[in-house]
């Protein structure tokens, strides 16, 4: 039998870079998604194409071997898959974990003794993903307490970091998927040392995750979401054309100027390295080839303004520490700015929470952040500078 992988969430990076990785590497990819049109054209569709642009050309791949089962409707068939696979993947978004976490527990669950445990990594943007997964597959509801003893011979959680720029697609290109032609996808390896890592071709595997999340997240997503939010402020329509306004420009150079202090001082990252790092990514989000919506990249705000993310973790670090975060807030004011934007539910919520509560309340409940903390008073200035104005309005 063939390897075979499970990727839960057949959307853009799922198609676009994990499976297509996965499929170059040998292993047949069942999709688990709950988008029935999705599931359909896939199952209908013998191949699809992944399509590199940038300013060096034009690159596609054909991806081929694949499946795609609904995780909802399926459940039973979708187990049996995971029982006997390899590896199972998910891009399905960080609040979307606990939902996918029974299916896979189940089939963890009737794993055949005689098979390595399954190597389960989660592919999101957000910090210890993989264990927030583990979590919910290990929560009493979902794995009887007393299976969890041996539970380590049946599967094996490592963390990633996972890095290249997919927009949203042209609803008419079908299954193809267009994206950059960087990318990165780091695997924390310590949890598989003794069983062996799967082979899986671009992964770079390291020992300590950590820097390397922390660099992606605070770097790549910092100065994406802040041009996207300021963009959408200004009436940008994608990134490329909020990076061509010399203000926002400034304001996205300034964030990561910011998150370069902690950076450098937190991992002892080279100062030379981290500027090197913060030149390309400028360079990688302005690409004029790719047609990324300031809506898709500022999507689910309430995410994007919480504790462990890409504005407040490291602006609240910084502020303990006595630097400067002018630039994170005003990348925050922006985020909190971004209210009732059509099909984005968190865009809602954000206007109703806002309209409802007091600004410190609004920054406990939105960025966890208590009042004793350094930068408490200057979000709570920039939540009521964004209530005043919208009582003008
Ligand atoms: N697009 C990018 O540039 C990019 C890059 C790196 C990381 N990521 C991360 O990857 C994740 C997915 O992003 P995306 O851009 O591919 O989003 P997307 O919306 O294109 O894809 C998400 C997919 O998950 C599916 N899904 C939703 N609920 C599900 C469920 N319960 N079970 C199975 N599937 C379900 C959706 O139907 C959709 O097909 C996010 O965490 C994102 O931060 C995205
Ligand atoms: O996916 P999100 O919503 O966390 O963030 C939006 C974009 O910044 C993100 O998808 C980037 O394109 C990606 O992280 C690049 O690696």
Excluded at 165 to 171: C, E, F, N, S
Excluded at 177 to 198: A, S
Aim: one cysteine or more; a negative charge; proline letters at 4%.
């Amino acid at each position: 039998m063939g390897k075979k992988a499970v990727h839960f969430g057949a959307g853009n990076i799922g198609r676009g870079f994990v499976a297509c990785f996965l499929h170059n590497s040998g292993y047949e990819v069942v999709f688990a998604d709950v988008a029935d049109a999705l599931i359909d054209r896939i199952n209908q569709s013998p191949s699809y194409k992944v399509i590199e642009v940038g300013s060096e050309g034009t690159t596609e791949n054909t991806i081929t071997n694949y499946r795609a089962i609904n995780s909802k409707t399926h459940e039973e068939d979708l187990v049996k898959e995971i029982s006997t696979a390899e590896v199972v993947t998910c891009s399905v978004g960080p609040n979307i974990l606990r939902f996918i976490a029974p299916v896979i527990a189940k089939g963890i669950d009737r794993r055949p003794e005689d098979l390595e445990p399954l190597h389960v990594i989660a592919c999101e943007n957000a910090i210890g993903a993989t264990d927030t997964l583990a979590e919910f597959i290990k929560d009493p509801k979902n794995t009887a307490p007393e299976r969890l003893e041996d539970h380590h011979k049946r599967a094996r959680y490592a963390n990633s970091a996972i890095d290249r720029i997919v927009p949203a697609q042209d609803p008419n290109a079908g299954l193809d998927v267009t994206l950059e032609k960087f990318f990165e996808w780091v695997v924390d390896k310590t949890p598989f040392e003794d069983i062996g890592i799967p082979e899986i071709e671009g992964i770079n595997w390291v020992s300590d995750l950590s820097p390397f999340i922390e660099r992606k997240l605070f770097t790549v997503n910092t100065g994406h979401a802040t041009a996207a939010y300021h963009g959408y402020n200004r009436r940008k329509r994608t990134v490329y054309d909020a990076l061509q306004d010399k203000q926002i420009m400034a304001e996205v150079y300034g964030a990561l100027e910011e998150t370069k202090n902690l950076i450098v001082s937190k991992h002892g990252i080279d100062v030379d390295a981290q500027e090197a790092y913060v030149a390309k990514i400028i360079k990688r989000i302005g690409n004029p080839h790719l047609e990324d919506a300031v809506e898709r990249v500022g999507r689910a705000p309430l995410r994007k303004l919480s504790r462990k993310e890409r504005f407040i973790a490291p602006a609240s670090e910084l502020a303990e520490k006595g630097e400067s975060i002018k630039y994170l807030l005003d990348a925050i004011e922006m985020a909190f700015r971004f209210q009732n934007v059509e099909d984005d539910e968190e865009s809602k919520e954000l206007a109703k929470i806002m309209s409802e509560n007091g600004p410190e309340d609004v920054v406990g409940k939105v960025c966890g952040i208590q009042s004793s903390e350094k930068i408490f008073p200057q979000l709570v200035e920039v939540v009521k500078r964004v209530q005043d104005d919208s009582r003008e309005d």
